[in-house]
């Protein structure tokens, strides 16, 4: 008999009450179980049950046991898993969800690569700038863009991004380029709804946080919308670069208040924690984090 074999009945009927329980959740015989429970406590050398005719209560040392071999037997079994993980090719249905313009923009591309690579793996993809709850909502993993504020998910960070202002020459050539975030007042600022605060606009003066309060008629609630207005001469925008690079590279809208940049905010993979990461998940973050690695969004992806 193996040793394991013993621990395993051991923790089985701690939780189960009675060798009859945990004789059935491992699938053997009464007497077997017996057998497992009488060689383990032979090996220690010490009593773990106390036994009645009624019921089974662990010992002093039997409930020490128990609280430290459970913990061993779970990080065995883990380890167990995460190798037979990685030897096996991952497949399943993986459900992901990402911001709206991000994922339609940059994410879709890579994740039609990877599909392609991993012919085993079901891409459920939702896109939409809602806050999802991945345990609630049974999603496997999320891509997000900005600040970690969820501390109950692991956080992997693919790639920096910024928010930036953005106007085109056509409306500095009539209302000025503004110097300072505090001219920002006396402009036509374009409002991406979708900010947590979208009616102030953050920046940073020599290391120290500013924030600026802007007012516009038009409001969208998409950062394209935004910059496609800006393109068009009617206002600044604040959008974030992976949506303003082609347009910047190609001379459309031109980049302000260089000097008072925010710090730079990230795009992440988010999933809950866990002691074991489905290998569909673990390939899909690794490779996103190799896609993503010093991305360059003035390059359209194709």
């Known amino acids: 008999m193996d040793r394991l074999d013993c621990d395993r009945l051991f923790v089985a009927v701690m939780e189960t009450g009675s060798l009859a329980g945990a004789a059935a959740r491992l699938g053997l015989s009464s ?139 056509g409306y500095l050539h009539i209302h000025g380029t503004p ?38 008629r038009l409001r969208y609630s998409n950062a394209e919308a935004c910059l496609g207005a800006a393109e068009m001469g009617l206002g600044i925008a604040h959008v974030p670069d992976f949506v303003a690079g082609p347009s910047l590279a190609a001379g459309r809208v031109r980049a302000l208040l260089c000097d008072f940049g925010d710090e730079a905010g990230g795009i992440y993979a988010m999933y809950p924690p866990g002691k074991h990461l489905a290998a569909k998940v673990r390939h899909l973050v690794d490779y996103l984090a190799t896609r993503f690695k010093g991305a360059d969004w003035s390059v359209p992806p194709q």
């Open 179 to 216: 110097a300072h975030p505090a001219d920002l007042s006396r402009h036509h600022c374009i409002i991406d709804t979708n900010f947590r605060d979208p009616l102030v606009w953050r920046f940073r003066d020599k290391g120290t946080p500013l924030t600026q309060p802007v007012t516009g």
């Open 31 to 169: 007497g077997q179980a017996s057998k497992l429970l009488a060689r383990l406590e032979s090996d220690l050398g010490v009593r773990l049950l106390n036994r009645t005719t009624r019921a089974l209560s662990p010992t002093e040392v039997g409930q020490a046991y128990y609280d430290r071999i459970r913990a061993i037997l779970d990080d065995l079994d883990t380890l167990d898993a995460q190798v037979k993980d990685r030897a096996a090719t991952p497949r399943g249905r993986l459900r992901l969800t990402a911001p709206l313009t991000f994922g339609t923009l940059w994410l879709a591309p890579a994740l039609n690569d990877f599909a392609n690579l991993y012919r085993e793996i079901e891409l459920d993809v939702s896109f939409t700038d809602r806050m999802v709850n991945l345990v609630d909502e049974g999603f496997d993993a999320a891509i997000r863009a900005g600040r970690v504020t969820d501390s109950s998910l692991i956080a992997r960070k693919l790639c920096d991004m910024r928010t930036i202002p953005v106007a085109s020459d």
